[in-house]
Each structure stands twice: as C-alpha cells, then as structure tokens.
C-alpha cells in the first residue's frame, strides 16, 4: 500500500481533527501520516503528497506554500507575564526554528539579553507545559489557534512576527498522476481557506 501523505512540524491533536474530516468528505482516500523529526531531502519512500514546515523546499521537488502565518507567545488563560517581565518566566520552544524568543523580542526592541530558554523536540510537549501554567511557549498560527479557541491557552501580549518557515504541500510524480492524491489535495486546500476565513 502506498502512503499517500507525509507531515512534518504537525500538531498531533490538529491532525487527528483533520483525519476525521478527511474520512467523511472522501472515505475511500488513505491516510498515513509520518511525523519526521527532521525533514528529509528528498520525498519519503511511497509518499504521493508531502506537507512539510520549513524556510524552503528542496530543489527539484515540486512544492507550493500553503501557508505562512505567525508566532507569538502563548500560556495558560490566568498565568501572569508582562512585557517587562517575560524574560523572568520559564520559556519553552521548539528546536531548530528560526523564528525564536530573541527574534520575537528584539522585532518589540525589548531590552533584555538572550533568556534561559528550554527547548522541545515537538511542539505537543512545549503547548502541553504551557497549557498546564509551566511558563510561556511560542507557538504560530496553526498549532495554537483552536488550543485558544478552547480556552486551554491564551496569546498575552497583542505583538504577532512573520513566520521565516513556512508549510509546503509537495506533490511526487506518482501523486499527479494519482487520483485520490488530487483529491486530498483539493480537500487540504478547502480545508485551509475554511482556517484563513475564520482566522480573518
């Protein structure tokens, strides 16, 4: 059986949502979804499509940015931080992302050094200790945006910095040539102009 998607920097919870929706808008499409830790060079083997979260695709695989959102702080409705005193609270990020503690603070001209900043290999478990009042995490757009809708985080500080990565859809040979491929395609693509509506 061939696999049909492969993810990158995806939200576990927001995925599994997603697959639902998926399931009942076009059940005969199969999904498997592989989480890469880092992003490979080329198309994982027997993928069709390909999300992937990053500053660019490689060269020679058709890609198209789908989204490109931003970051920001996010925490437990109820923890207290201010401007003033944010480099005072523990802070949690995910690794090897380019839009980062020091970037965000220095795009506000905040005086302060580069903090103690714990970091994450998913993004499940930095939103997971700032859920729980552990301190404050960044976050972008499409990881924390239904977490705040749900109460269980909120975005303190009003200031939101341009994502450098950006999420790619990457089609392989095989998946242009593929009819339920285009078709998750085209289902992905509905599903992202639903989030950008709500969003605006």
Known sequence: MKRLCNWTR????SAGCARSR????????????STELWEPRLMAEGAEVEIRYGLRPPDGLRAECIHRGHYYPVCAPGYRATLETLAEHPLFHCTNLLGNWSQWAEEQALDWTDPPVTYATTFSVTMAIAASGGGLALAHDLIAKHLIEEGRLTAPFEYRAQMPEAYYLILSPEGEQSEP???FVSWLKDEMAVDDQRAG
């Open 10 to 13: 995806v939200c576990p919870r």
């Open 22 to 33: 998926l399931r009942r808008a076009h059940p005969d499409v199969r999904l498997n979804i």
């Open 181 to 183: 491929a285009r078709r």
